[in-house]
């Protein structure tokens, strides 16, 4: 168990749907990130927020967005949802926000766009 | 842009045999090598990290030696289990703080 913790596990919705996705860090942890894995694409970065910062961006959709709250919990919002946006997502947790620290990761959550 | 290059699997090996799994990358400045193990059903796991040259990751009998040289940072270990059976992912952080990840291994181990 690396602390992080991830709801929900599974979600199934519609295309075109809207939903929420929610990260809780491990204690004391400040940087929260979230990934996209899929079979195309592999493993692949979407953002970072630090202390209630965004603090880098990757391939993120317009589409898509996310914000860290005063608590440190993180949620990440995916709208007009396409068939393609199907994949795990994954939130992780470091201490600090640069590349030396070592980032723990969430269990995932599966979305499934039908 | 930053790259990791991993071997393709699956890798199946019988219990005890001994592991490689070939990584390098490409990246501007000095990165940090991490290796990830993801379980069935599971999220990733960092299994070993090292952050600057010659550094020497080490962690359940794997590790990883972070070659500048040859810029690489091959996973080895001298005894494997049924249960290392896994997706192992090789990953790098330059500048930024974003990993990027190799396209993962898939290790069976028989027994």
């Known amino acids: 168990d690396s602390g992080v913790t991830q709801t929900p596990k599974h979600l199934i919705t519609a295309t075109g749907q809207r939903v929420t996705l929610r990260c809780s860090p491990r204690?004391?942890?400040?940087?929260v990130y979230w990934y996209q894995q899929s079979l195309d694409q592999g493993l692949q970065f979407l953002i970072q927020?630090?202390?209630?910062?965004?603090?880098a961006k990757g391939n993120i959709l317009e589409r898509f967005s996310a914000q860290q709250f005063p608590d440190l919990h993180s949620e990440l919002n995916l709208s007009s949802l396409e068939l393609g946006d199907s994949a795990l997502y994954f939130c992780?947790?470091?201490?600090?926000?640069?590349?030396?620290?070592?980032?723990?990761f969430g269990p995932g959550t599966r979305l499934t766009v039908t | 842009g930053d790259s990791v290059t991993q071997m393709e699997g699956p890798v199946t090996l019988s219990e005890e045999a001994f592991l490689t799994i070939n990584c390098t990358y490409t990246?501007?400045?000095?990165?940090?090598l991490f290796w990830y193990v993801q379980y069935p059903g599971e999220g990733l796991q960092l299994l070993l990290k090292?952050?600057?040259?010659?550094d020497k990751g080490s962690n359940k009998g794997f590790e990883a030696t972070y070659r500048k040289e040859t810029t690489s940072f091959h996973l080895e270990k001298g005894s494997v289990q049924v249960s290392d059976s896994a997706v192992y992912f090789c990953a790098l952080t330059a500048y930024g703080n974003k990993l990027v990840f190799g396209a993962g291994t898939i290790l069976r181990v028989k027994s």
């Open positions: 927020y630090y202390n209630g910062e965004e603090r």
């Open positions: 204690s004391g942890d400040l940087s």
């Open positions: 990246a501007t400045g000095y990165p940090s």
């Open positions: 992780a947790s470091s201490v600090g926000a640069g590349g030396t620290y070592e980032q723990y």
């Open positions: 090292a952050t600057k040259a010659d």
